[in-house]
């Protein structure tokens, strides 16, 4: 659902000096052609540590926001208004749920184990994407996210079909079917709300007042300030960048906001005829480092709740393993 584009998390203060590798001159230079030519890097294939080392931090980030991505939304399941909201709920969860296990399965191809991932995000180590730190108010933040968190994770999400790798690549097609509904669910939602009692009106517009910054948040720190993006985008990792997605999506995003009569909450917003898009506010990237750092409204609640059910299943997880087990000696009986 989301590839916000972060560093790892602290190491309690201690400097770690880096180690160089030197890559086969030949075998990088086969690798670089190979990706210029727009060819699909496969998991036997030869890549760069540093490739790899990318591919499997900005994966399994993607992953873990998929998973810590689902408790704002079952937050809501309990109380969703009717029976075909809580079923149209229910399921978006489980393919957020799907879409992790895809991801997690592409990172492995890379040779990090599953545990080591799950273990990096549970200590912090490991990021998510930041706009989960935010809590889920009212009903209509459920229609937000949708609406809003899931378009900008559309955005993210559809240059990675034709990312160099190749297994990263595959499972973003179906992920990026699924997201497109997520986020005509999302706008429905806003669209009844903002055709609604009074009530339901201030609510929708609530919504879009604390969840619109968060998610222009999402497309990562701007370029100039982004570590990763120039080598990325030279090995086709991104298509884009930061910025370019982030203004693709104040442009598609406005005139949305419009139709509901719904206002954008920002004075400094402005449609510009030289560039044929909108000019915006500054985004408050104190608050985007302080929720990356985990200083976020609900970071230690998101946290705890996935080390819980972490622990909470681990019989279930055993007892799988002990199944396969008793399956592959019978197999092979």
């Known amino acids: ?33 190979r990706v210029a030519a727009d060819e699909f890097i496969e998991a036997k294939d030869w890549m760069p540590e540093a ?29 969703a208004p009717s029976l075909k909201r809580k079923a149209i709920l229910l399921a978006k969860i489980q393919d957020e749920a799907g879409h992790g296990l895809y991801l997690y399965s592409a990172a492995e191809t890379l040779g990090t184990p599953r545990d080591e991932m799950i273990e990096a995000l549970h200590s912090g180590k490991a990021k998510y994407s930041t706009i989960f730190n935010y809590p889920t108010l009212t009903w209509a933040d459920i229609g937000a996210i949708g609406w809003l968190v899931d378009g900008a994770a559309i955005m993210n999400q559809v240059p990675l079909q034709r990312t160099s790798y190749g297994p990263y690549a595959r499972a973003m097609v179906r992920v990026c079917k699924e997201e497109s509904f997520h986020q005509r669910q999302g706008y429905e939602i806003m669209t ?8 339901q009106k201030r609510m929708a517009q609530d919504a879009l007042n604390r969840w619109w910054w968060p998610s222009l948040m999402m497309f990562g720190p701007p370029d100039d300030s982004s570590p990763n ?62 929720v990356v750092r985990g200083e976020g409204p609900v970071a230690k609640e998101r ?27 019978k197999d092979a009986a």
Not at 6 to 28: F, H, N, Q, T, W
Not at 192 to 199: I, Y
Not at 311 to 327: D, L, P, S
């Open 1 to 33: 659902m989301y590839t916000t584009e972060l560093k790892s998390g602290s190491d309690g203060g201690k400097k770690r000096s880096k180690v160089e590798i030197v890559e086969d001159p030949a075998k990088l230079a086969a690798f670089e052609a």
């Open 51 to 79: 490739y790899r080392k990318t591919l499997v931090r900005q994966i399994s980030q993607h992953a873990h926001s998929e998973i810590v991505g689902m408790l704002p939304e079952g937050n809501w399941l309990r109380r």
């Open 192 to 199: 009844v709300m903002a055709n609604g009692t009074d009530a």
């Open 229 to 290: 993006t120039e080598r990325s985008m030279r090995w086709r990792i991104k298509r884009d960048t930061n910025d370019e997605l982030r203004q693709l999506f104040v442009d598609v995003t406005v005139p949305q906001a419009e139709y509901l009569n719904l206002s954008i909450p920002d004075a400094d917003l402005k449609f510009n005829k030289e560039k044929d898009g909108y000019d915006f506010g500054e985004i408050d990237w104190d608050e985007f480092y302080a």
């Open 303 to 329: 946290i705890k709740a996935r080390t819980d059910a972490w622990e909470e299943g681990a019989w279930v997880r055993e007892a799988a393993m002990v199944h396969a087990q008793k399956q592959s000696k």
